[in-house]
Structures are given as C-alpha cells and as structure tokens.
C-alpha cells in the first residue's frame, strides 16, 4: 500500500467573524484512521469543512490527493458524512433513495443507473445493517440508524477517502459498534479516514492517530491520547450534563 | 347535469380547456415537489408574483404575454435563488421586496397598455382556461415537456441537491448549474399554469398535491408519482366541475385540490386510528435496534 499524502492542509487559517482555525497543518496519508478531536467550539468542524471546500481558506492551502482543492476534480473519491442531512428533508425519502444519491458522483451527469449501482447501494446498505429499512422513510428511523443512513450514502460513492463530521454523537451503543465495523471493513480494503469526534467510545481501536484542535490551533498530534482522571475509570460513564437526554432528530429537530 | 356536462365538454374549446388543465396538473406538482423538499413552498407564489410584471411588459410592448412572463419570471426564479444561495438574514426582506415589486409592476404596467382594462389582467391573475388557442395549448405542450424532461429525467441530482446541498458540492454535482435549472424550470411551470389556475393560485397547484401524496408515501419517488396524479384528478376534476356548473375553473381546481388533501388525511387518520386497535401488529412492527446488525 502506497503512503502517498491523501489530504494535506498547510498553514490553514479560517476566520468568520474572528479566527476560528489558525496555521493548521495536517497531512493524511493513506490507510490512516485520523480521529480530529477537540471541545465544542475548538474549530475541528471547521478544519475538515475547510478541507473539503465548504469553508472558504482565509490563508493557506488545502491539497486532496496531491492536486490543489481548487482544481481537484475527482471528487467521487471522497466521501462526505455530515452531522446531520441538509435543511431538505420537507419530502419523505425511503432510507435506499438518500444511500442511492451516494452514488451520483460516480455515475456522471447525467449518466444511468447501472446494475453495478444497484449492487454498491445494496452492499454499503448491508455494511451499516439497514439493508431490511432500505424501504423505510428515513424519518421512520432512530437517530443511531439515520447517522448510519448517511455513512451508508458516502460508502456506496466506494470513495478512497471517508470524511466523517460526529459521526457518533447522539448515536445508540449498537449503532456504534455497527459503525466501528464498517470502518474496519472500509479500511481493510484500502480506504483512508478523517474524522471529527466528541469522544472515541467503540471506534477507539480502529484510530491510528489522534489530532487535538484547542482553541484554532492543533495542540496535539500523534497517538491516541489516553484518558485521565475519573474519565480512564473502567465503567466511567461518560455524561454531558448539558447536553439534551434526547438528542434531537440528524433530519432536524421534528 | 349529465347531458348538458356532455354536450358542453364537446365544445372544442372546452377541450382545449381541459387539455391545458390536465397539463398544468402533471407539470406543476413535479416542479413543487423539490420546493417542499427544501421548504420553500411559497416561492412558486412569489415567482407568480414577478411573472405578472413579465406580462405588463408584453401587453404594454405588444409583444406575446407568455413570452415576456417566461423571461421575467425566470430573471426573477435566478434573482430569487442567488438570495437563497447566499443564506443572509436580510433575504428574507429581499424576497418580499422582489414579489411585491414584481405585482405592483405588473398592475402598473398593464395599467398603462393602450386598451387592456382590468378584465385582461383578472385572466392572468385567475386564469382564462376557455380562452385557451390551439396555439397556446401547443405552446403548454412544449414548456410541459421541457419541464417534465427537468423534473422527472433529472430527479435523483435534484433530490440529492435539494436533499443535501452540502453533501451534492462535496460529491462533485454541479450544485449550482441545478439549482439554477431548477429556478429557470420554476419560472416555466408558473408561466404555464397562468393561463389555467392563474398567477396567485400557481402555487397551490404545485404545493396542495404533494401535501396529499406525502401523507401517504414512503419514498421521494412514489410522492411524486402520487403527487403528479393528484394533480391530474384536481386539474381534470375541478375543469370537469367547471364546466358542468359555470364555475371560475382556476379555483375550482384549487378547491378540488385541497378537498382532495382533506380528504386523505382524514383517511389516513381513520387508517392510523385502526392500526392502533391491532396492538400485536404495532408491535411488531419496530425490531429492536441490536437485531438489525450484522
């Protein structure tokens, strides 16, 4: 397997009203599971939001797949997991519809459905266990199975990167493990991933590397920081006492 | 009633009516559907609104009305999706600014056209089914095709855009070039139900059926399959009725259209209701979460 850099950002910065992420650097290479964590409001959403193009640069420069962001054109090698789908969602969609749209990238526009589409859709349906809800309105679903909806979208794109926002937070233990199990799978096969977490919980054990975001600057980078205090307690149960019991709906607070 | 429904349907210009009826029917909730999807339902009407500056500028210029509506309405559709684009605040102002702007402009300009009274403009703000020509049903026929094309041809990069717009940018579709085909094919669809629900009622043609199909489906495809459907029935109806009754056809059509949606969600109320009797099947009906992992 070749170590070739998949994501690079050099000297990053992104300010809206004031500097949210200051001289990032970061390079992800191939076959690394790189979890970005950091507190609410560290800038580690924006960091790969900013990688993948959907926050403007302020300086810097972010390079995918060894091409500039700029002219990087072979987008079906990325695949998107966002905290929660868009403001769409005004219209029921069946849970094999919002996977199908996984496949676009690959198809062309406006290019035909193929058997090879249906397969991808079936099989990134199967690596999440939602292949008997693929009929199902995707509002039917829980918060755990809807998250696993949208990375069953980015797996059926068959990407070379899989970029995860939160993937995990709100989301049910088995949820989770199905999840840390599709991760496996995907990088068993090759795939590289980024992802942004609150907390580690079952996936812990597929991460190769740890980034830190404190405060708009990366404070850490390398092993997977171990934690302490009552937090390394076995059994400690990790509660947000200010966080909502039920965390709203990903399609939106219903 | 029977008889004389009979006779009056085979006047020809009733069946032209009911032609361009059926028409804006199909075409008008396969174009609301991705309005709804992204929660902007009251868009078609503001669409509605520029449309009648575009025909002031037809009736005062001498030039076709249908023509002028379709550039106006569709600058107006491109105006009206570069605010949202943007997400600012102060859109919504913007919004409200272009619509009103776009009616005032409308009366004002027919106002001032030699010889067109307020007659003219109350036909493109209700519509004028009967006086529909055979060529501007061609004319319906054409625009219909290049919208169904749109809606039906393109629906899963529309879905996945109007979906998740941020996903479809990440995932290389041509975000914008859609969204701007869709703006443009929205413009389109209200110029052609002008002439049948007319300009103030548009949206309810594009908005009340797909309100009825997605009480009732799962999937985006069968609430536009059903949407589509209900559009029909309330366009065929409501012209049916019209014509049967000497009834304003534009608003009969609306009527029949949210009698229609009344009347599937009390269905599905009584159905809902039902279902909760049979506790077994409820049930059954949601596995625990753990069993569905493989």
Redesign the interface.
Known sequence: MSTSPVLVIRHGAVAYDRPVLRDVNLTVTSGEVVAVLGANGSGKSTMIRAALGLVPLAEGEVELFGTPLRRFRERRRIGYVPQRLGAGGGVPATVGEVVGSGRLARRGFPGRRTAEDRQAVAGALAAVGLTDRANDPVASLSGGQQQRTLIARALAGQPDLLVLDEPTAGVDAASQEAFADALRDFVARGGTVLLVAHELGPLQPVITRAVVVHDGVIAHDGPVPHPSGHHAEPGHDHVHPHAPQDPPSIWGRE | MNVSLFEIMSYPFMQRALLGALITGLIAPSLG?YL????M?LIGDGIGHIALTGVGVGLLTGSNPVVTAIIVSALGAVAVELIRERGRTSGDMALAILFYGGIAGGVFLVGLAPGKGSANLTSYLFGSLVTTTPADLVAMAVLGACVLAVTV??R??L??V?????????????VRALNLLLAVMTAVTVTVAMRTVGLLLVSALMVVP?AAA?LV?????G?MALAMLGGVVSAGTGMTLSGGFNLQPGATIVLVAIALFVLVALAGTVLRRRRRAEPAQVAACEPP??V???
């Open positions: 559907i709804v999807q992204r929660k339902s041809g393109l899963p990069w879905f996945a109007c979906q998740d717009e941020e996903y479809a940018k990440v995932s290389g579709l041509p797909v997605q489906s799962r999937g985006f495809a609430t979460e753990c569905l992992d493989s």
